[in-house]
């Protein structure tokens, strides 16, 4: 019980009285929730706009620098061959971390934008769970591995 103040009687004005709850808010937790769920679908935005502007096309230029081979060496050039070799796979490896992190990047901005949509209309008591982070990533085929800090996963 409150009085007219709004604080709880008896506390010398102390303890302030919590409001009551209106449909799809939560005192301290649904303003936030909100902001952090158009806050994912900008983030998503942005992000996919980075990939897709700067970060692909930077890595076509630099797959295409990579894959310029030198004249195969002469076989008596043993040292020089295997060197060669090894090269090639550096940058075999290279151009896959590179094609991994931009698709990685891609998806990111997918997934968080479709965890946005799914949750925006939601009332404050709606959070993105892991599982549906998880789920938005596997359906575009990036494999997550679970944080479970308790080991009740």
Request: proline share 8%.
């Amino acid at each position: 019980m409150t009085d007219v103040k709004g604080e709880v009687p008896g506390t010398g004005g102390g303890i302030p009285a919590i409001p009551p709850p209106t449909p799809g808010y939560w005192p301290g937790i649904g303003d936030e929730t909100r902001a952090d769920l158009t806050s994912m679908d900008v983030a998503a935005g942005r992000l996919k706009a980075e990939v897709q502007e700067r970060l692909a096309p930077a890595a076509d230029r630099a797959a295409e620098a990579m894959y310029i081979l030198p004249p195969t060496p002469h076989d008596a050039f043993a040292e020089l061959l295997a060197f060669q070799e090894s090269q090639f796979a550096a940058q075999e490896v290279a151009l896959r971390n590179v094609q991994t992190y931009v698709q990685g990047a891609w998806a990111f901005g997918v997934a968080v934008e479709q965890i946005s949509k799914q949750y925006a209309d939601a009332d404050a008591f709606a959070t993105a769970r892991l599982r549906d982070v998880e789920s938005a990533f596997n359906r575009l085929g990036v494999q997550v591995q679970s944080y479970d800090p308790k080991g009740l996963l």
